[in-house]
């Protein structure tokens, strides 16, 4: 992948090693699983399992603060909205943004940052937090080529496995390009200190005009490249090196597989016994099971 230096890594690491279809099926495996759970082991427990995908990673120091700068702003995010506008039952407030008061002869309620809510928004923020720095993980260990290799190899066509793989090299280089423009207005003096801020959110827009413009000459020439060299996406394809599993990375993937259909079936049969569509005394334990851990 074709990262900004501060985040490029050594091609040493196990993560890097695996096979590119066995990292996409834990990635569609967590993404899954996120969305099917609602306890706070099993959301701690995916994310848990993300943690484990990105310490494959061997990152700079530089490029682990970006990562947790990252993580924590998603976090941050979802926890301020949640603790704002938390409707439970059960609200403590900790302080008050703006106080209820009366407009224009309508009363309006206050917005207030209750604990319950930011407590409920922090558990909710591992979704997020599992997904994103999963996808992390997969897309910095992995070349575009095994990308696309590997979602040819999943039976994706290879048009759009080409077009995904294009998209995902498109972002970092895209974050350099910016930070690269950023830094030549800023020697230029732009955004210097006493700046107003309307002025400065307007430079910052300002600036988005040259990346774009950078991204279409990109485009282009990737287009002319391919083109010149014959790419057609109707013709049967090779890679090389072949991708092969190994024993242990079949068996992991059957156990992703497993694990995944499992925790689907017994969340599919809480749901209905829940709704009242199907229930049976005989799968009580199952039942608590989900009500307890998932």
Do not use: H
């Amino acid at each position: 992948m074709n990262l900004p230096v501060e985040l490029s890594m050594t091609r040493d690491s196990w993560l890097s090693q695996l096979d590119p279809r066995l990292k996409l099926a834990a990635l569609a495996a967590i993404s899954i699983i996120v969305v099917l759970v609602d306890s706070r082991p099993a959301l701690l427990t995916v994310f848990a399992a993300a943690v484990v995908l990105a310490s494959g990673l061997r990152l700079r120091p530089r490029a682990w603060l970006i990562v947790v700068g990252i993580l924590l702003a998603t976090a941050w995010g979802t926890v301020l909205s949640q603790a704002l506008f938390y409707v439970g039952d059960e609200r403590t407030v900790l302080f008050t943004i703006i106080p209820a008061g009366e407009l224009l002869g309508r009363s309006y309620a206050g917005l207030d940052f209750t604990s319950e809510g930011a407590a409920y928004g922090l558990m909710q923020s591992l979704r997020l937090l599992a997904v994103t720095l999963a996808g992390l993980a997969i897309c910095m260990s992995t070349s575009p080529e095994r990308l696309v290799a590997a979602l040819s190899r999943l039976r994706v066509p290879v048009a759009i496995g080409f077009m995904t793989v294009a998209a995902l090299r498109f972002v970092p280089t895209m974050i350099e390009e910016w930070a690269t423009v950023r830094r030549s207005a800023r020697l230029r003096g732009a955004g210097c200190r006493g700046t107003s801020w309307p002025r400065r959110m307007k430079l910052e827009l300002a600036l988005l005009l040259p990346v774009l413009a950078a991204s279409l000459r990109r485009a282009n020439a990737l287009a002319t490249a391919i083109t010149c060299r014959g790419f057609d996406a109707t013709q049967p394809r090779t890679f090389y090196p072949e991708l092969r599993f190994s024993l242990a990375q079949r068996t992991a993937l059957v156990s992703i597989v497993l694990l995944v259909a499992g925790v689907s079936l017994v969340k599919s049969l809480y749901w209905l016994a829940e709704g009242r569509i199907y229930y049976t005394t005989l799968l009580d334990p199952l039942y608590d099971f989900a009500r307890a851990w998932l």
